[in-house]
């Protein structure tokens, strides 16, 4: 229970009619309340749904709701109804295992959750009867158990805890540094012409992401479903690790920005530094989707990958994965346009260290030094 409480540490929320009654006997819900006061586990506690507050539960660590907070049998149309646009608009906020607890037959509730898109293998929804569990104990054994079958869930919420343990640190040391922190950075920011909003959040981003230490994460729990991955999820997966979508994107441009005009891709190298500070002009080279039966065949113009990576030429890259497609730029030719008249064309942002290394490559291919050919009678 000890490391479940590490992963799910913060405020719970405790949802039952009766929850200030102590005149009648303890149900299961007062039971596990007491248990985990017992284990200073920090409470909020409500006998009706907080609708005017749920705004505010974006760092809540899970959710005990009574299904039936009327007290009436069978329970009313209108409470379940409240019950189901409580938990849709909590989970537009945050994301916190909920313990539904109720006299009524579960498997009725888990079909009303279905029919309403809520209740899915491995989500973070769990139907009990109130007698089922009464302690503390009990409830974080089901959350553990529940949390090693779902490794997304269990990263999150590692990655989180170390997030903020180092958002801690950088705050505290900015603050002694001075307290007047803010004002200097995003006066040097200004001063440097760039977007005082965007770059003080990228300066701060950067500050923060090299305070993180890497948590000791279970192996045993990450390396479950790995079975269940196919070579269109894999692709997915690798997209979102460095390609943004644009409607992740803010409304400016930066280096790495990947348009779509005229059948055409097109890739931004310019320096972020350079857009911000002169005229916003996209230096771009261009690009298409490569035919996937080239990749190590037999043919003279075959595309070779070997040992995780593609075999570039010296004038071109390639970009794996854009909108599910393999792309290859070409240096050969420069394009600028003005960030006004493509804006509305760009898919999305190719990430660091992707972009970075391009920009690389492609300074190497301005720079190169031509040298003569040697004659093919020589080789072969």
């Not at 180092?166 to 440097?192: E, F, R, Y």
């Amino acid at each position: 229970m000890t490391d479940v409480l590490k992963l799910f540490s913060g405020i719970g929320v405790v949802i039952d009619d009766s929850i200030f009654d102590t005149r009648k006997i303890l149900n299961g819900i007062q039971k596990i309340t007491e248990s985990l006061s017992k284990s200073n586990v920090p409470l909020l506690k409500y006998n009706e749904l907080p609708d005017d507050v749920i705004s505010q539960f974006h760092s809540i660590s899970f959710v005990i709701l009574d299904w039936n907070l009327s007290g009436e049998r069978p329970i009313p149309d209108a409470t379940i109804n409240d019950n189901i646009a409580f938990i849709k608009k909590l989970y537009e906020i945050c994301f916190v295992p909920i313990f539904i607890f109720s006299d009524e037959n579960t498997h009725d509730i888990q079909i009303i959750l279905e029919q309403n898109h809520l209740f899915y293998e491995y989500c973070p929804i769990f139907i009990k009867k109130k007698d089922e569990i009464d302690t503390s104990e009990k409830l974080f054994n089901e959350i553990g158990n529940w949390i090693k079958n779902v490794p997304s869930i269990y990263i999150l919420k590692e990655w989180e805890n170390a997030t903020r343990k180092a958002k801690t640190s950088m705050l505290w040391a900015l603050s002694s540094a001075h307290p007047a922190w803010p004002n200097v950075l995003m006066s040097t920011i200004q001063d440097d012409g760039g977007d005082k909003n965007i770059e003080l959040v990228h300066l701060l981003q950067n500050c923060l992401t090299n305070r993180v230490c890497a948590p000791q994460f279970d192996t045993d729990i990450i390396k479950k479903q790995v079975d269940s991955i196919i070579k269109r999820d894999l692709r997915k997966i690798l997209e979102c690790e460095r390609f943004v979508q644009q409607s992740g994107l803010p409304d400016c441009p930066f280096a790495g920005d990947i348009y779509f005009i005229e059948d055409k891709y097109y890739l931004n190298i310019r320096p972020d530094c350079d857009i911000i500070r002169e005229r916003k002009e996209m230096y771009l080279i261009c690009g298409k989707s490569i035919d996937e039966t080239l990749i190590n065949s037999d043919v003279q113009n075959a595309i070779r990958f070997d040992s995780g990576e593609f075999i570039e030429k010296k004038n071109s890259c390639y970009v794996a994965f854009v909108q599910d497609h393999i792309l290859e730029f070409s240096f050969r030719k420069l394009t600028i346009k003005k960030w006004t008249e493509i804006k509305s064309m760009r898919i999305g942002k190719l990430l660091p260290p992707y972009i970075t290394k391009i920009q690389q490559k492609y300074s190497a291919y301005l720079q190169r030094q031509g040298l003569p050919s040697i004659p093919q009678e020589a080789i072969l």
